[in-house]
């Protein structure tokens, strides 16, 4: 059984790996990854949920998911980046 610390740490990982396969241009990837994500309860915290929504909606619209996209989305939710 995972404790709570090691459920941020995987986030954390998964989240990173998709902003990098993002900036890279593999779109597929993240793709692939949101459809595994989807059907599982996978975030425990409404902010890397957020970042997460917000990878997402950069890579249908075409846009790589790195921090300043990132930033913006969460700022135009009312969510201050970190």
Excluded: C, W
């Excluded at 793709?31 to 599982?40: D, N, R, V």
């Excluded at 300043?68 to 939710?77: F, Y």
């Amino acid at each position: 059984m995972r404790t709570h610390l090691e459920h941020v740490e995987l986030e954390e990982q998964v989240l990173g790996s998709l902003i990098r396969s993002g900036e890279r241009g593999n779109r597929e990837i993240v793709f692939e990854a949101h459809a595994i994500l989807q059907e599982k309860d996978a975030f425990t915290n409404g902010l890397r949920m957020a970042a997460y929504e917000a990878i997402i909606e950069s890579a249908k619209l075409g846009a790589p998911a790195n921090r300043h996209t990132i930033d913006n989305a969460l700022r135009a939710k009312g969510i201050p980046a970190k």
